[in-house]
């Protein structure tokens, strides 16, 4: 039988517990790494499109975004613009005068946001919710307002630091024939029907489609999408939900 030497017990015991905290914060390190891996959010399939939107050969006021860490609209005037305006399909709705929006409720992703106006920066990018509204939705106020001729555009991040989902993460997961529902200031609510549901390159932004008058009240929901460029810290691509009113 061995025998033990003046304060042996007491060091390996001091030793084993090391041992497993070595372990427990290995553990813990791991748990908090895969935790904040950034999410891919849903992508749109190849083709989800009923009808192209309605536009005009005019081109609209220059409108662009600012890349974040997380998630903002794509450059809007960074790529080319659709080609040939398309004939709408949408039914006859009487247009509304102008109120600016206050909600918007999305029900096959389950999304229900109060909205905030936002403009454009000094440097001529779209500005994008910050600071205690950044999980919000957000109208870009040089767009129309819900109801009036062509597109009211709404954004919204998709993802926020350390990858946790936004309020447009699902955004990608809409199709047509789901509904979109803007509240308005003056208390009329206006229902949209989404005919297409779209994703692009940042270079490849489309802008008259996205930006263009239309010959009827549409509505723009966008958000980014596609694989997280950890070198650039943003994601690649831009999700687009394109709508038609049909109620208001």
Known sequence: MGIEQPGQGRRGAILTALAVLAVVVGVVVLVVGISTQRPDPP?????????????????????????????????????????????????????????????VRLPSIDVTSPLHPLGLADDGTLEVPSGDRYHEAAWYDGSPTPGELGPTVIEGHVTGAGGVESVFFELGAMRPGDTAEVEREDGQTVTYEVYRVDQFAKDAFPTVDVYGPTDVPELRLITCGGEFDEQEQSHEDNTVVYARMVEG
């Open 43 to 103: 992508s749109p399939p190849a083709a989800t499109a009923d009808a192209q939107p309605t536009q005009a050969d005019e081109e609209p006021e220059p409108t662009t975004d600012a890349d974040d860490a997380s998630s903002t609209t794509g450059a809007p005037d960074a790529g080319p613009t659709s080609s040939e305006p398309q004939e709408s399909s949408a039914p006859e709705v009487a247009a509304l005068a102008p109120s600016e929006p206050v909600e």
